[in-house]
């Protein structure tokens, strides 16, 4: 997954981890900046053993494959899934030299002057693997309890071996004790089961709208209606036909045509099928 405003590239693994990559700033090659890792390994625990159980790491990495991430739409955050079925939230923080002040002054280099770390754990939503997951701007929902401060980060949209859907809205609120000086919180907005039947959902999509269409799509929303391509008069004063090749038809049936793309997601199942969805605004 790519970050192309930060020009960040994301990979996940088998190794439990995500790396992520940034051009160096001494030439055009790219580097891995940062590795977000896995939870620490537990000990094993045995009849005789007297030792007290570790606490749930839930506040690090994932225990198991990570399988696919996705960048929030302002690149400040990164949701990620995995073997565990967790879907983990992580968040991008300024790093500090040792007078206090942001960033470092001695390389510009991205990894001395940010960090990630785990910021929110989203579990006992799915039931087998989570393979694919998504994330996109917020469209028309808007979160019923927020003020000025609260930022709405948009949706993410996740599914997997247990052929379920889950659509969740995040927005962050201010908490001066967070590296990141925000707290994440979700709500489900949306599920769908058996989206492929029986079958495992491999892969999970937003619609991505170009400037132009992602354009008009707002201007719809706007005007929250459609406008009818003029007529021509002729002398008698009757309809004769619609002119279709108008500048303002042709941005009135634009518009129409991306209405509620924003809503729009795909998957790919195990049973060989590509579905299309549209999420309905409540």
């Not at 302002?74 to 040792?98: F, P």
């Amino acid at each position: 997954m790519t970050n192309t405003a930060w020009k960040i590239l994301a990979s996940s693994s088998y190794d439990d981890s995500i790396k992520l990559y940034a051009s160096d700033y001494t030439s055009d090659e790219w580097m891995v900046s940062h590795s977000l890792p896995p939870a620490p390994p537990k000990h094993y625990h045995f009849p005789n053993d007297t030792r007290e159980p570790e606490a749930d790491e839930s506040g690090t990495g994932h225990t198991n494959t990570v399988w696919a991430s996705a960048f929030s739409p302002d690149g400040h955050y990164i949701a990620s899934c995995s073997d565990d079925l967790t879907i983990r939230i992580w968040a991008r923080y300024a790093k500090r030299d040792v007078e206090g002040e942001p960033g470092g002054a001695f390389r510009v280099g991205r990894t001395e002057k940010e960090g990630w770390y785990c910021t929110s754990v989203l579990k006992g939503y799915h039931d087998r693997t989570i393979f694919s997951i998504d994330w996109t701007e917020a469209g028309n929902w808007k979160p019923e309890a927020t003020d000025e401060k609260t930022a709405v980060l948009g949706r993410i949209i996740t599914t997997g071996g247990d052929g379920k859907i889950c659509v969740f809205g995040v927005t962050a609120i201010p908490n001066d004790s967070a590296r990141s000086g925000f707290s994440i919180q979700h709500t489900v907005l949306a599920t769908f089961e058996q989206a492929h039947g029986v079958y495992d959902v491999n892969s999970i999509t937003w619609c991505r709208l170009g400037q132009q269409s992602a354009a008009s799509s707002s201007q719809e929303q706007s005007t929250n209606r459609w406008q009818p391509p003029p007529k021509q008069v002729d002398d008698d004063g009757d309809d004769t036909m619609d002119v279709e090749d108008g500048p303002e038809a042709k941005a009135s049936r634009q518009s129409s045509m991306w209405k509620d793309a924003r809503n729009v997601f795909a998957t790919a199942g195990d049973d060989g099928m590509i579905k299309v969805w549209r999420l309905k605004d409540d």
